[in-house]
């Protein structure tokens, strides 16, 4: 790397380590001091890690600055990121702000400080000599800023929220969600490197799409097996980690064809979605699960706190009347929202973002919870996950399948894990299948999940044999025989 000549920020930095205290501001008046370039170094290295400087303002992190100006209530915020020389802006609300020069930047004092930074009266602040800052057309009174940092600690960037009034000092809750959103930012950009990284390594792709050139199954033979009633769901139960008690059930399609077998979704769900006809299987499943919701609490009320859910295809979430739909579905069979759990998969909300956000919108105001899917294989942009009302993040089970190979696959489990705390949802990590990835997901907060360890995908009857267990609490798959598959 080549060095610049030693710049007049490095003499800030230094000054200000040295008189920063709790509750006083960095002063900038030493003017001597010899450079921690190797740290220097590292940290532009971490951040040349992350590519965020080959991009170009990055929508993904709108939510993010958006939050914080709700939150703050802030005339204006500023997602930057600091190489040598300047600030790249990569995200703003309120002043459209490209890049400032890092020289006498916010940054540096986040830096300096190592950790947040509140100014509540910058004209009382020493820091701005002539008690003044602006930002384009906006007169900054007070502002508060963030560290966004590397997976190694290190300060590559700042997340600043600034008023046009002078504030009272922060209290430690305003601080933390602060530095909460700056986590998240840093969440967001390892998630996307180690995407990187993995891709390619074999990791599935999500709703991968089978060759469906093939002769069989074509459309009309979809359609036949609808009016044959030969579509069955099968039932796979969603365990909360810590006690193994059955909290929900995801609902899983399968084709009983008198000739070839239990066929399973990807053979014809692909092809069901390219023909159209996955609208009508996929209003067959959502009623046959509603009306087996219906059964299971005749026979047992305790199975009201069961949450049942359905995957449903981008097709599905293009229709807007979907809701009234499941509105009329759920006041048919007697049943409450709360036991009714919806699947759906980053891409199949994409393509029409508008629809989705109503559609989404209308089924949580009736209040189903929404699930994202195979949450990591696909966009995994904080855009949508702040803007679409989401309730749970299912880890992909091609990331719980991998944590046991490597750090890698393992920091993505953890980081997506984080995510869903920083956003208030809930994780069900999918494809649990060893003693070792059950006991590792524990240890990293993961509450509830579902996976071959505890119980395959059974049909009903079987189904029904686990759901009358005292407290649906499933055996200890350490030290108990298989479930029947
Ligand atoms: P999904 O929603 O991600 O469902 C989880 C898949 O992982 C299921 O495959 C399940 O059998 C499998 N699985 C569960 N635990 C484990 C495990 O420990 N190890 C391994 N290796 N696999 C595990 P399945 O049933 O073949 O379904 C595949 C996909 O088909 C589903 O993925 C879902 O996207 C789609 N699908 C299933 N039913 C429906 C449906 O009714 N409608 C629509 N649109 N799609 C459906
Ligand atoms: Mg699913
Ligand atoms: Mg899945």
Not at 4 to 25: C, F, H, L, N, T
Not at 237 to 257: K, Y
Not at 335 to 347: A, F, V
Request: net charge negative.
């Amino acid at each position: 790397m080549v060095r610049p000549e030693r710049p007049p920020w490095a003499v800030r930095i230094q000054a200000a380590r040295d008189v920063a205290e709790p509750g006083k501001m960095p002063q900038a008046e030493l003017q001597t001091i010899t450079i921690d370039w190797p740290e220097e170094d590292a940290r532009l290295s971490d951040l040349a890690a992350t590519e965020i400087l080959d991009t170009e303002p990055e929508p993904s992190f709108d939510a993010i600055t958006r939050l914080s100006a709700e939150y703050f209530r802030a005339d204006s915020v500023l997602l930057g990121f600091a190489d040598a020389s300047r600030v790249w802006i990569k995200s703003y609300w309120g002043e459209a702000v490209r890049e400032l020069p890092r020289r006498w930047s916010i940054f540096e004092m986040v830096l300096a400080k190592d950790g947040p930074v509140v100014v509540p009266d910058i004209s009382k602040n020493p820091y701005f000599r002539d008690g003044r800052m602006t930002l384009r057309r906006l007169e900054v009174v007070s502002f508060a800023s963030a560290p966004v940092r590397s997976f190694d600690g290190r300060i590559l960037g700042a997340l600043t929220v600034f008023g046009c009034q002078p504030r009272r000092t922060m209290a430690l809750d305003e601080l933390r969600m602060l530095e909460s959103l700056a986590d998240m930012v840093a969440s967001q950009l390892e998630l996307r490197r180690l995407r990187k990284c993995i891709a390619g390594q074999g990791v599935r792709h999500p709703r991968a799409k089978r060759d469906v050139s093939g002769k069989w199954p074509g459309k009309a033979d979809l359609r036949h097996a609808l009016e044959q009633r030969e579509f069955v769901l099968y039932y796979q139960p969603e365990v909360e980690l810590s006690t193994r008690r059955i909290v929900g059930l995801e609902a899983l399609i399968r084709w009983s064809h008198p000739v070839r077998g239990l066929v399973p979704p990807m053979d014809f769900i692909p092809l069901a979605e390219e023909c159209g006809m996955i609208m009508p299987i996929g209003d067959w499943g959502l009623s046959e699960v509603c009306n087996q919701i219906h059964n299971w609490c005749l026979d047992d009320p305790a199975h009201q706190s069961l949450r049942v859910c359905v995957n449903l295809s981008a097709r599905q979430f293009a229709r807007e009347g979907l809701a009234d739909h499941v509105e009329a579905l759920l006041r048919q069979s007697g049943i409450s929202s709360r036991q009714l759990g919806l699947e759906m998969t980053e891409s199949s909300l994409i393509p029409d973002m508008g629809t989705a956000l109503d559609v989404l919108g209308s089924l949580r105001r009736l209040g189903v919870s929404l699930l994202m899917d195979d949450f990591g294989t696909g966009y995994s942009s904080l855009s949508y996950l702040h803007s679409f009302p989401i309730d749970v993040l299912k880890i992909d089970r091609s990331f719980v399948g991998r944590m046991t190979e490597g750090e890698q696959p393992l920091q993505i489990v953890r980081t997506i894990i984080e995510l869903a705390r920083v956003l208030g949802m809930d994780v069900v990590a999918e494809g649990i299948e060893t003693s070792e990835q059950y006991h590792l997901l524990r240890n990293l907060g993961c509450r509830y999940g579902q996976g071959f360890l505890f119980a395959r995908p059974m049909p009903v009857e079987t189904l029904n044999m686990l759901l009358r267990l005292p407290g649906r609490v499933l055996p200890d798959p350490g030290i108990s025989t298989p479930l029947p598959a």
